[in-house]
């Protein structure tokens, strides 16, 4: 498998501008999480899905960010309009829900900048 | 409520030396607990899981229980061991609770 896949692995754009990051879980897997991570406040929980369905969205700072999983093997964390305090690495994971003592496994990152 | 502590933000060991990270947990049921680790610029990466008491790059983690811990041990640190390590607690897959992680740094 090739692992969970997180596309574009950075991206640079100018304040105002919409970002949509993608994500491919592994093959299998039931649940999906989003995270961001900085330096000031380290890993953060956005939101996660289960069976396609958002579970918990707490994690999402505002209504700019929104995020979907139109099917099992696809989802998008839109940022729309971005600000420079989004700059961040973004992180995809992706686990086998349900399941005892099943790890999670985390793509490669986005790692965004906001100017 | 799920809960993990990694009390040391930052810790530094000289290189040879032994290195324990800490972490503790507060959970209700039986609990699943890992280890990840990160180096710069990189991914998480899975390094240990406590149901496999398997040693991984010279690294195991032991479950107590009854301290409600799950540290994190290496006899003899290395210049590559430098890097984020995060304990989490996992609810059957469905959630995960990370620690706020710690930064290990091996001195030469």
């Known amino acids: 498998d090739a692992g969970v896949i997180q596309s574009p692995r950075h991206e640079v754009t100018e304040m105002g501008q919409e970002v949509t990051l993608r994500c491919k879980p592994i093959?299998?897997?039931?649940?999906l999480f989003w995270y961001r991570q900085t330096m000031m406040r380290g890993l953060e929980l956005l939101i996660y899905?289960?069976?396609?369905?958002?579970?918990?969205d707490s994690g999402m700072p505002e209504d700019r960010f929104s995020a979907k999983m139109p099917n099992a093997s696809f989802s998008t964390l839109k940022i729309q309009p971005s600000e420079p305090r989004d700059s961040a690495v973004y992180f995809c994971a992706s686990s086998l829900g349900g399941t005892y003592n099943s790890p999670l496994h985390f793509g490669n990152g986005t790692r965004l900048t906001v100017t | 409520a799920q809960r993990v502590t990694q009390p040391e933000k930052l810790l530094s060991v000289f290189k040879g030396a032994p290195v324990e990270l800490k972490c503790n947990y507060s959970y209700s049921g039986s609990p699943e607990l890992f280890w990840y680790v990160q180096y710069s610029r990189q991914r998480l990466q899975l390094l240990l899981r406590h149901i496999s008491r398997e040693s991984i790059k010279g690294f195991t983690a032991d479950l107590n229980k009854g301290e409600t811990s799950f540290h994190l041990k290496k006899p003899f640190a290395q210049e590559e061991d430098s890097a984020m390590y995060y304990c989490a607690l996992s609810d059957y897959g469905n959630q995960f609770y990370f620690g706020t992680g710690t930064s290990l740094t091996v001195i030469p």
């Open positions: 093959s299998g897997h039931n649940s």
């Open positions: 899905f289960n069976n396609n369905v958002p579970i918990d």
